[in-house]
Structure formats: structure tokens, C-alpha cells
């Protein structure tokens, strides 16, 4: 089984913190994703990346950036965190680009 | 842009029911997902119909596709409570690579 790791759950910040989200697969896929989730808007892709040191903006990047050293691991981070970026951040991953996308449990992030 | 709707977005049903969950996108496409997420949980892939005409069943689920008309459905038959959840049609545009455009979610309630 495919399994996608994110290092929080829940997560408290303050506006204008650094914040770094870490997302970890274990079935040597390509391709990882980054999303948010809010009620009302589905979920709006953030910034991917398709291979190691490779990304690409998403729907919704402002205000975020990636970080993809390892193939296995894909951190998203916060440069200074805003009230309007709390949110539940959910990572994916897909073996090839256009397979089935596997998620992570979500961290949901406070930011106040 | 790729845009994605569902209908209805709130759906309570008596166990026992059949009903249909409709999912509209608004340009080419010949690959559609449909996930489910319990409440507090992250997304789990239901079925992949990747081509005109596909049909997928798994037990009370139906999913089907029609790329002329840009719809897919999601049949419940004789709905149990277990069935009660958040199911999310996804879109893969024939020329966005790995991106999802995800449609805004159905919750469905069962009822006993």
C-alpha cells in the first residue's frame, strides 16, 4: 500500500512565522503534490513538482513555496504566515504523471 | 480554465435509497476521479474511468463517464449509513499533466 506521511496534524502559528509543512511517500513516486482544502472550494492545488529539485505552480501559489531535495520528501513552506492561509494542507503523490494521486492525512494549520 | 461541478452539494438520504451524485467539467477530458473523505480524514481514491463509456462499480457505488456530454455520475444503491462521507469528482484536462481540478464535494448523509 501506498503510504504518504505528513509531519503534523495540527498545527498553532502566528502571523508572520516561517512555517514548513513535510510531506513524506514511501513508494518512490514521481510526481507530489501540495493542496489546501477549505469548506465550499474543493480542494485548489498549491504548487507540484515532477521530480526531484522540479516544480510547478499550482492554482493558488502566492504566498507559498516548495521544496523537493529528496524524492521522497516535499516541504511546503510559509514565508510569514497570514490569517487567511489557515486552512487543512493535504500532499498526494502519484507513481507517473496522470496516475492516481494518494494522500496524506492532512495537517490542519492555524494561523492566528 | 478548467472548472468543476457537482450537484447536489448536500445530500441526506434515507438507508435503502438510491440516488445520484452529478459531476460536470467544462473542457475536454478522457480521465475522471472520484474520491471519498470521512469526516476529520483525508481523501481516498474510489475509482478511476478513463475513457468514454467507462463504468466502475464497487459495492453500492456506481461510477460512470461521458466524455461528449463532459459528465460523470456516482450511483448509490440501496444507500447504508457506512456510505455517509464527502465524495469529490476530480478532472484531469487533457493537456494540465498530473493537475486535478477538483469539483467542490457532495456530503452525503444516511440516514437509518
Known amino acids: 500500500d501506498v503510504k504518504v506521511t505528513q509531519s503534523s496534524r495540527y498545527l498553532v502559528k502566528r502571523t508572520g512565522e516561517k512555517v514548513f509543512l513535510e510531506c513524506v511517500q514511501d513508494m518512490d513516486h514521481e510526481n507530489m503534490f501540495w493542496y489546501r482544502q477549505d469548506p465550499g472550494l474543493g480542494l485548489r492545488l498549491i504548487y507540484f513538482?515532477?521530480?526531484?529539485?522540479?516544480?510547478e505552480k499550482g492554482d493558488i501559489p502566492e504566498g507559498y513555496s516548495v521544496s523537493r531535495e529528496k524524492k521522497e520528501r516535499f516541504s511546503l513552506i510559509l514565508e510569514s504566515a497570514s490569517t487567511n492561509q489557515t486552512s487543512m494542507y493535504l500532499c498526494?503523490?502519484?507513481?507517473?504523471?496522470?496516475?492516481?494521486?494518494?494522500f496524506g492525512p492532512g495537517t490542519r494549520l492555524t494561523v492566528l | 480554465e478548467l472548472k468543476v461541478e457537482q450537484n447536489p452539494l448536500f445530500l441526506s438520504m434515507q438507508e435503502g435509497k438510491n440516488y445520484t451524485i452529478y459531476c460536470n467539467y467544462s473542457t475536454t477530458s478522457d480521465r475522471l476521479y472520484w474520491y471519498r473523505q470521512d469526516p476529520g480524514k483525508s481523501l481516498e481514491s474510489l475509482f478511476v474511468?478513463?475513457?468514454?463509456?467507462a463504468v466502475k462499480q464497487e459495492g453500492r457505488l456506481m461510477a460512470s463517464l461521458d466524455t461528449k456530454a463532459r459528465l460523470s455520475t456516482l450511483h448509490i444503491t440501496a444507500a447504508v449509513h457506512d456510505l455517509s462521507a464527502t465524495y469529490f469528482c476530480a478532472v484531469d484536462g487533457e493537456t494540465s499533466g498530473s493537475r486535478l481540478t477538483f469539483g467542490e464535494g457532495t456530503q452525503l448523509t444516511v440516514n437509518p
Open positions: 513538482s515532477y521530480d526531484v529539485k522540479m516544480k
Open positions: 498526494a503523490s502519484s507513481l507517473l504523471s496522470r496516475d492516481t494521486q494518494y
Open positions: 474511468l478513463l475513457s468514454n463509456g
